[in-house]
């Protein structure tokens, strides 16, 4: 397996503009998390997904960011509209079946709103 | 409030010492306790887990140690190498969830 894969490693935007991120997990992991990491906050989870229904998304920080999973091999996070403060590194990471199961990380999306 | 505290200062070792590092967390019961590893530009990647009823836990040079009663797990690194260089954190799950909960991390320098 590839291992979890995230698409654009980088992105640079203009404020206002919609930005979607997405995220393939391994194969047969059933759990998805989004995270968000900065200097000041460290790495935040935005919202994780258990057989694809959204569990938990209390650290969504506000109504701009949404996260959807349409099926077990696809997830997307949207951030619209895009603000400055939005700035981070986006990962977005899988589990296997039950607790007490590593998590594996994609490397990251370096989003940058101008 | 739920936290989870790692020392934000980096941590300077000269090679071949035992560098330790820390973990509190408060208001948490967690079943289990993971490090991990974070080289720039890169995500984490999974070191160790130690669940509640472990004390101690080896992998080659790593050894974490995890008491619920002080609420702190320490992870030491044996002989270390400058390729030790990195980042650490410490991630705690929410009790009978799958909601992983990262510290901010504490970066080793190992110098030669």
């Known amino acids: 397996d590839a291992g979890v894969i995230q698409s654009p490693r980088h992105e640079v935007t203009e404020m206002g503009q919609e930005v979607t991120l997405r995220c393939k997990p391994i194969?047969?992991?059933?759990?998805l998390f989004w995270y968000r990491q900065t200097m000041m906050r460290g790495l935040e989870l935005l919202i994780y997904?258990?057989?694809?229904?959204?569990?938990?998304d209390s650290g969504m920080p506000e109504d701009r960011f949404s996260a959807k999973m349409p099926n077990a091999s696809f997830s997307t996070l949207k951030i619209q509209p895009s603000e400055p403060r939005d700035s981070a590194v986006y990962f977005c990471?899988?589990?296997?079946?039950?607790?007490?199961?590593?998590?594996?990380f994609g490397q990251g999306t370096r989003l940058t709103v101008v | 409030s739920q936290k989870i505290e790692q020392n934000s200062e980096a941590l300077n070792i000269q090679e071949g010492k035992t560098a330790t590092l820390t973990c509190n967390y408060t208001?948490?019961?967690?079943?289990?306790l993971q490090w991990y590893r974070q080289d720039p530009g890169r995500g984490p990647v999974f070191l160790l887990l130690?669940?509640?009823?472990?004390k101690e836990k080896r992998k080659e040079r790593l050894k974490v140690t995890f008491d619920t009663t002080l609420k702190q797990s320490l992870f030491h690194i044996t002989a270390s190498q400058p390729a030790d260089s990195a980042t650490y954190l410490c991630?705690?799950?929410?009790?009978?969830?799958?909601?992983?909960?990262f510290g901010t991390g504490t970066r080793l320098q190992v110098f030669p």
């Open positions: 208001n948490y019961s967690p079943a289990y």
């Open positions: 194969s047969g992991h059933n759990s």
């Open positions: 990471a899988s589990s296997g079946t039950g607790m007490n199961t590593e998590a594996f």
């Open positions: 997904f258990n057989n694809n229904v959204p569990i938990d």
């Open positions: 130690i669940r509640e009823n472990e």
């Open positions: 991630a705690l799950d929410r009790l009978n969830t799958d909601k992983l909960i």
